[in-house]
């Protein structure tokens, strides 16, 4: 398919008008980007007619993959019946209630109230605030410090990129005041001699370690990602969580869940701290709760921190334009309900992500490139290593991945590099054709950097 204007054409407009996202933006102008014209299912075709199977679900939120005429639909009756209202003015509308509604029947019963927003970036921004806000009703305003995790990723605002782990992103934009930080649980980059076991309990004990040294009456919360996505799709040890767990009831922090990624099915679970067996008391999300067709986040409250700012919290000086948008809950309900009614959470965990992940190691388990696959449901990683047994990485192990996600391109395929990681998560709706297509031409992609690197 291609559109009346020329790929150049709209390459120089791009180029003239436009900042993209993590890009050296002179040498973007001077290669030209890709022009994405269409989407079906997981397939995306550019401006020139080529095809791309879609590896990374967009950007981990397209769950119900491209031209749902369902979610269309939902979002084109709003239009023509209340294309906005907002939540100010003690107002409200039936979509937000009914949104509300149905999401609270799918998540724990544990949690309560919504704050909506229109990105994970912004839920974690209102995060901060909500968490500080919590501590203040309850008489201790010093519990003030958030705790995230190095490499970690929760937005590119400030606050957000504050509270996330990248070192490259703080020196861009600064940093706040009340962030701390304790390390990743990346077991293959661990250079000791630790099981997987033990890795995860020292991992987790940092954060006790951490507590201590800020003072318990001063740390308001912990915030990290079920697994790392941005990161670079690092599952942690069985071990981890729930030491996480029990240090942030010990020491009286609240434990926040980062879902924008890990929600709405990816595992296999309707939510990934379900998969890993913890219970948070946030969770922010946004993505996969519209399957990116509009945008919409929020930040989930359990019933605990609920009661206390609504029934002792008076006004909370908060609020946003677009917090429940009508459009953008229609086309959630559409979506939740597609995700529940026809099964695909269950298919997920039952049928097609045992088939990805089956596929991955049955491919790449000896590969000379890969020397760790990590993964569950529809969200994977393959690790670049010189040395498997010894887990010896590469010393260019950035390049190398980003000439693998390069080749992808040219293979048909669209997979992420992250460090020396190859991470791809396909819309949950895949068949076992297109994880074929996906496990093939990544297949490909890999070969064809090994050859060049000279590992093939």
């Known amino acids: ?238 071990s981890y969580w729930p030491e996480i767990q029990r240090i942030c009831r010990k020491y009286d922090v609240l434990l926040c869940a980062d879902e924008v990624i890990g929600g709405f099915g990816r595992t296999g679970e309707w939510f990934a701290h379900e998969y890993f067996g913890f219970e948070p008391d946030t969770l922010s999300i946004a993505k996969g709760l519209t399957s990116g067709y509009i945008p919409m986040g929020g930040l989930i409250l359990s019933k605990k921190m609920a009661d206390v700012l609504v029934e002792q919290g008076g006004v909370f000086a908060h609020g946003l334009t677009y917090s429940g948008h009508p459009v953008a809950a229609a086309v959630a309900i559409a979506n939740l309900k597609a995700l529940r009614d026809e099964g695909v959470v269950t298919r997920v965990k039952d049928d097609i992500g045992p088939y990805l992940q089956q596929c991955l190691r049955e491919v790449f388990g000896n590969h000379p490139l890969v020397g760790d696959i990590q993964g569950t449901g529809m969200v994977a990683a393959l690790q670049l290593a010189e040395d498997k047994a010894t887990r010896k990485r590469f010393a260019n192990e950035n390049d190398m991945a980003w000439r693998c996600r390069t080749i992808g391109f040219e293979e048909g395929v669209i997979i992420r590099s992250t460090l020396g990681r190859m991470i791809m998560a396909p819309a949950l709706i895949a068949s076992r054709e297109e994880i074929d297509e996906l496990v093939g031409k990544t297949l490909k992609a890999v070969d064809r950097t090994a050859q060049e690197y000279g590992r093939l």
């Open 1 to 238: 398919m291609t559109t009346s204007r020329e790929t150049r054409d709209y390459q120089a407009a791009d180029a003239a008008h436009h900042i993209h996202a993590f890009v050296d933006q002179k040498a973007l102008n001077d290669e030209g980007p890709r022009v994405m014209v269409r989407g079906e299912r997981l397939h995306l075709w550019d401006n020139d007619g080529r095809r791309y199977l879609d590896g990374m679900s967009g950007l981990w939120c397209t769950n119900l993959g491209y031209g749902r005429k369902d979610l269309n639909a939902a979002a084109s009756r709003q239009l023509e019946q209340l294309p906005y209202y907002n939540m100010f003015f003690h107002t409200t509308h039936p979509q937000v209630i009914e949104l509300s509604e149905l999401l609270f029947s799918l998540l724990p019963g544990h949690y309560s109230h919504a704050i909506y927003t229109n990105s994970g970036s912004e839920a974690n921004e209102v995060l901060i605030r909500t968490v500080r806000r919590y501590w203040q009703v309850l008489g201790k305003p010093e519990k003030k410090i958030m705790i995230g995790r190095w490499n970690g990723y929760h937005g590119s605002t400030l606050a957000a990129t504050a509270l996330g782990g990248m070192k490259f992103m703080h020196e861009m934009g600064g940093m706040i005041p009340d962030i701390a930080h304790i390390d990743e649980p990346y077991f293959f980059a661990h250079e000791g001699n630790l099981t997987p076991a033990e890795f995860g309990l020292r991992a987790a004990q940092q954060l006790e370690a951490k507590i201590l040294e800020l003072g318990a009456d001063k740390v308001a919360g912990f915030i990290a990602e079920p697994f790392q996505g941005a990161g670079g799709m690092i599952f942690p040890p069985e």
